[in-house]
């Protein structure tokens, strides 16, 4: 089975500081993306990656940063925490091209910024 | 650009009813098509998916979904439902053809609510 593992369920942090979530996933998936969600406004997307090195913006990527340096790995940087970044956020990779499109979703990560 | 609207917000059932959750998408032409079950603190579950070919497609926990072009819609329907599946679900929508990267755009969502 697809395993996409994120490194933290829940998140306390003050705002201003520089936070690191973290996800990993274990089947050699070229693509990864993180999303957020929030009540009422569904998943949006923020990064996404389709190799490493390679980023892309996606619907909502102010305030934040990823790094992909290892296939396995994808980053999300908030480089100055906000209140307004107090969301749950949502791992997910898939394989590279047409029919591959159906994502598989870590446990996501439920961060406060306070 | 390609759009996802699920107009229920909240929907509650019986247990042991019928369900139809309904998603409407936009897209230029025919997309691949999703749904997801998040369960309480949990990330998502595809459910089913619709990539060509019968356009009633069958998914995990008795649940299918029936792709109607002439409608831009993709509804979940499940016979009888179960407490356990309560939660919140998510119509999905992808393109076939990508440059990269895939990208799945999502509907807002319908939580399920089923009363005993």
């Known amino acids: 089975d697809v395993k996409v593992t994120q490194s933290s369920r829940y998140l306390v942090k003050r705002t201003g500081e520089k936070v690191f979530l973290e996800c990993v996933q274990d089947?050699?998936?070229?693509?990864m993306f993180w999303y957020r969600q929030d009540p009422g406004l569904g998943l949006r997307l923020i990064y996404f990656s389709y190799d490493v090195k390679m980023k892309e913006k996606g619907d909502i990527p102010e305030g934040y940063s990823v790094s992909r340096e290892k296939k396995e790995r994808f980053s999300l940087i908030l480089e100055s925490a906000s209140t307004n970044q107090t969301s749950m956020y949502l791992c997910?990779?898939?394989?590279w091209g047409e029919g591959n499109t159906e994502a598989f979703f870590g446990q996501g990560t439920r961060l406060t910024v306070v | 650009a390609q759009s996802v609207t699920q107009p229920d917000i909240h929907i509650t059932v019986s247990e042991g009813a019928s369900l139809e959750l309904r998603c409407n998408y936009s897209y230029g032409a025919t997309p691949y098509l999703f749904w997801y079950v998040q369960s309480p603190g949990q990330g998502l579950q595809l459910l089913l998916k619709?990539?060509?070919?019968?356009?009633l497609v069958q998914g995990i926990k008795g649940f299918e979904a029936e792709f109607k072009r002439s409608q831009s819609s993709f509804n979940l329907r499940k016979p009888s439902v179960h407490w356990s599946d309560a939660a919140e679900y998510f119509c999905a929508v992808g393109p076939i053809l990508t440059g990269g990267g895939n990208k799945l755009t999502f509907g807002t969502g319908t939580q399920l609510k089923v009363e005993l």
């Open positions: 619709y990539f060509s070919g019968d356009t």
């Open positions: 997910a990779s898939s394989l």
């Open positions: 089947m050699d998936h070229e693509n």
